[in-house]
């Protein structure tokens, strides 16, 4: 060691040691890590972007964990490895990740590639920002500014405030937050002490965030009132009344309504204009977990599936969703213009938010935020939005929406095949049922062997790598598929292709 130091001391002229460490100039190899990311990119754009809509290729290379623990090198040395290696791994990465930009790629409510979108995400991982100074972060904060105005035009506010946070969960929580500060402002303050039982509502089918949110705020999960919903999946207005009323009579302070526009099963839209009814009668906070159907406001044809959306106190909407932004891309959007969100929120660091700044300190967004440090994910939907303009992202959702009502009608003429529900939105939600039962009498047993179906299906299809699609069971019916279209990579042959496929991997069950 001696030696190697002695070396590069006689290579550095006027080098500074500082505890054994040469502080002369810097210890990285510039041209070798330029060399790495030119190849790596050029990887990643042959394995990944070129294939993105490349059907004769698996959506997944199935392994189970232990066996990819041991194709994969997952151990961490003293010593780093190279470059080839590196590569290596990194190719490794890419073959046993799900494609989620494949066409037949239907498992979540996210699916395909956007070119631009993914643009962004290179350009600000490459500069690495952070979103809560205009000094640092200068170009990021004026486009999110101008992503949030826009947004709440759909919406139908005249003015309003947002911030873009890391997912429609995380929305949630910021309003449930948001509602009861605005209910007792004291709470920032004092806590929980010494406040009355408060109560919120919401759907029997609205997102399990609610629940996590009451949870980490305190609220309690047992003061969650789950109303009941229609055979739709919608929330019932008449029930909404009752269960308020029974909160007051308890003596709880009921604070918060969370309608849902989009449930993440069924795909349903709640009857906002009857629940805003209600919200303002009792002086509730009204919030819309739109985090899947909110991209429906910006098609003229079906943005009456929100109907009322603007009367909500707070919206959350993920572009990243049906508008393909890319994970993550949430937006929480309140209609109060008068600085609420930064009073709940702010916590006013002297080292970060200084006033006395030589420009304008309201650019300084941060502390709106409960994060400190925040990715500028309003750039990769601004961008996009740029590149397709707004009847470009109207024609994905229309589209989106077609693919969904051709698969339903596909459906309805093909033996072995039942829906559960006519849809409304892009949720498909069907029984495939297997030629051995399609005989067998309506009861029990019929249901407990349809129940088996669906996972088996899943199983052989991943494991053959043609499709990822998923399957549930749901408010006491038994396992269904859930097919969500949404990537523009799809075609009316995929959808064929599904069907298919599920005929010939259950003809045997």
């Given at each position: 060691?001696?030696?190697?130091?002695?070396?590069?001391?006689?290579?550095?002229?006027?080098?500074?040691?500082?505890?054994?460490?040469?502080?002369?100039?810097?210890?990285?190899?510039?041209?070798?890590?330029?060399?790495?990311?030119?190849?790596?990119?050029?990887?990643?754009?042959?394995?990944?972007?070129?294939?993105?809509?490349?059907?004769?290729?698996?959506?997944?290379?199935?392994?189970?964990?232990e066996t990819l623990k041991q194709i994969l090198d997952l151990e961490m040395r003293d010593t780093g490895?190279?470059?080839?290696?590196?590569?290596?791994?990194?190719?490794?990465?890419?073959?046993?990740?799900?494609?989620?930009?494949?066409?037949?790629?239907?498992?979540?409510?996210?699916?395909?590639?956007?070119?631009?979108?993914?643009?962004?995400?290179?350009?600000?991982?490459?500069?690495?920002?952070?979103?809560?100074?205009?000094?640092?972060?200068?170009?990021?904060?004026?486009?999110?500014?101008?992503?949030?105005?826009?947004?709440?035009?759909?919406?139908?506010?005249?003015?309003?405030?947002?911030?873009?946070?890391?997912?429609?969960?995380?929305?949630?929580?910021?309003?449930?937050?948001?509602?009861?500060?605005?209910?007792?402002?004291?709470?920032?303050?004092?806590?929980?002490?010494?406040?009355?039982?408060?109560?919120?509502?919401?759907?029997?089918?609205?997102?399990?965030?609610?629940?996590?949110?009451?949870?980490?705020?305190?609220?309690?999960?047992?003061?969650?009132?789950?109303?009941?919903?229609?055979?739709?999946?919608?929330?019932?207005?008449?029930?909404?009344?009752?269960?308020?009323?029974?909160?007051?009579?308890?003596?709880?302070?009921?604070?918060?309504?969370?309608?849902?526009?989009?449930?993440?099963?069924?795909?349903?839209?709640?009857?906002?204009?009857?629940?805003?009814?209600?919200?303002?009668?009792?002086?509730?906070?009204?919030?819309?977990?739109?985090?899947?159907?909110?991209?429906?406001?910006?098609?003229?044809?079906?943005?009456?599936?929100?109907?009322?959306?603007?009367?909500?106190?707070?919206?959350?909407?993920?572009?990243?969703?049906?508008?393909?932004?890319?994970?993550?891309?949430?937006?929480?959007?309140?209609?109060?213009?008068?600085?609420?969100?930064?009073?709940?929120?702010?916590?006013?660091?002297?080292?970060?938010?200084q006033q006395d700044k030589f420009y304008d300190v309201s650019y300084d967004t941060g502390d709106k935020s409960i994060q400190?440090?925040?990715?500028?994910?309003?750039?990769?939907?601004?961008?996009?939005?740029?590149?397709?303009?707004?009847?470009?992202?109207?024609?994905?959702?229309?589209?989106?929406?077609?693919?969904?009502?051709?698969?339903?009608?596909?459906?309805?003429?093909?033996?072995?095949?039942?829906?559960?529900?006519?849809?409304?939105?892009?949720?498909?939600?069907?029984?495939?049922?297997?030629?051995?039962?399609?005989?067998?009498?309506?009861?029990?047993?019929?249901?407990?062997?349809?129940?088996?179906?669906?996972?088996?299906?899943?199983?052989?299809?991943?494991?053959?790598?043609?499709?990822?699609?998923?399957?549930?069971?749901?408010?006491?019916?038994?396992?269904?598929?859930?097919?969500?279209?949404?990537?523009?990579?799809?075609?009316?042959?995929?959808?064929?292709?599904?069907?298919?496929?599920?005929?010939?991997?259950?003809?045997?069950?």
């Open positions: 060691v001696g030696i190697c130091k002695q070396e590069m001391l006689q290579k550095k002229k006027n080098a500074v040691l500082v505890d054994g460490v040469i502080l002369n100039g810097p210890i990285t190899d510039s041209k070798a890590g330029e060399k790495f990311v030119e190849e790596a990119c050029k990887m990643i754009m042959e394995e990944v972007v070129q294939k993105a809509d490349n059907v004769t290729e698996k959506v997944c290379e199935w392994r189970s964990p490895e190279s470059h080839q290696q590196l590569l290596q791994l990194c190719r490794d990465v890419i073959k046993y990740s799900v494609k989620t930009s494949h066409p037949r790629f239907f498992n979540q409510l996210y699916a395909g590639l956007d070119y631009y979108s993914l643009v962004a995400r290179f350009i600000t991982e490459a500069l690495n920002p952070s979103v809560y100074t205009y000094e640092v972060s200068p170009v990021f904060l004026l486009v999110e500014e101008a992503v949030i105005k826009k947004m709440i035009e759909f919406i139908g506010w005249k003015e309003g405030d947002g911030i873009f946070n890391p997912g429609g969960s995380v929305s949630n929580m910021y309003a449930m937050n948001l509602a009861r500060y605005k209910f007792c402002p004291e709470i920032k303050e004092k806590g929980l002490s010494g406040l009355p039982r408060l109560v919120l509502f919401t759907s029997e089918e609205c997102h399990y965030s609610m629940k996590k949110a009451a949870s980490f705020l305190g609220i309690g999960t047992e003061n969650v009132y789950f109303i009941k919903t229609d055979e739709r999946g919608k929330m019932i207005p008449e029930e909404l009344e009752k269960q308020v009323q029974r909160a007051r009579k308890e003596g709880s302070a009921p604070f918060l309504v969370c309608a849902t526009a989009g449930t993440t099963v069924l795909g349903a839209f709640d009857p906002l204009d009857k629940i805003a009814d209600i919200c303002e009668k009792h002086g509730l906070w009204l919030h819309v977990d739109a985090s899947w159907g909110g991209s429906a406001l910006i098609s003229r044809k079906h943005c009456r599936l929100l109907h009322g959306i603007h009367r909500a106190d707070s919206v959350a909407w993920n572009p990243h969703k049906m508008l393909l932004a890319g994970i993550q891309c949430c937006a929480f959007l309140v209609k109060d213009n008068s600085g609420l969100l930064k009073k709940c929120y702010s916590a006013k660091a002297a080292y970060l938010f400190c440090s925040r990715r500028p994910d309003a750039f990769k939907f601004w961008l996009m939005w740029k590149a397709l303009g707004t009847t470009g992202l109207e024609e994905r959702v229309n589209r989106a929406l077609a693919l969904a009502r051709y698969l339903v009608e596909e459906i309805k003429k093909r033996e072995g095949f039942q829906l559960l529900l006519e849809p409304e939105y892009a949720n498909v939600c069907f029984w495939y049922i297997p030629p051995s039962l399609r005989k067998m009498e309506d009861g029990p047993e019929f249901w407990q062997k349809l129940h088996q179906v669906a996972p088996i299906v899943k199983e052989r299809m991943m494991k053959k790598g043609s499709v990822m699609l998923g399957y549930q069971p749901h408010q006491g019916k038994v396992n269904f598929f859930r097919q969500v279209v949404i990537s523009p990579q799809v075609s009316r042959e995929d959808m064929d292709f599904l069907l298919d496929e599920i005929e010939l991997l259950a003809k045997d069950l």
